[in-house]
């Protein structure tokens, strides 16, 4: 059974920090792209930040540019998500996703042949 484990999740007050995890199991995600999304209370799942298979290209959502940083780690199957300056707009659901295709480019869309991850809740107190 493939599965995207998120972690990193909590309460942190405005101007603090997060470090999300995502590690898959069942499959190793090496050869594909991987992202991030979030889902703000009442709001559509969002693009947050893309990595390509390698590592060495991304690319992030205008909001979070400058406060966030994607990495991944291929000996330990997983992506990271590093939040800085977080603010309470933040506040959302963050969702793992895995492009199920072979070195494909960047995921932007959530509507793609996605593994996905069951989401950690971040909240950011003002």
């Known amino acids: 059974q493939v599965q995207l484990v998120e972690s990193g999740g909590g309460l942190v007050q405005a101007g603090g920090s997060l470090r999300l995890s995502c590690t898959g199991s069942?499959?190793?995600?090496?050869?594909?792209?991987m992202g991030w999304f979030r889902q703000p209370p009442g709001k559509e799942r969002e693009f947050v930040a893309a990595?390509?298979?390698?590592?060495?290209?991304?690319d992030y959502a205008n909001f979070v540019k400058g406060r966030f940083t994607i990495s991944r780690d291929h000996a330990m199957n997983s992506i990271y998500l590093q939040m800085n300056s977080l603010q309470p707009e933040d506040t959302a659901v963050y969702y793992c996703?895995?492009?199920?295709?072979?070195?494909?480019?960047?995921?932007?869309?959530?509507?793609?042949?996605?593994?996905w991850g069951q989401g950690t809740q971040v909240t950011v107190s003002s």
């Open positions: 069942g499959r190793v995600f090496n050869d594909n792209a």
């Open positions: 990595i390509n298979w390698s590592g060495l290209d991304s």
């Open positions: 996703a895995a492009d199920a295709g072979y070195r494909r480019s960047l995921l932007y869309s959530d509507r793609g042949n996605y593994y």
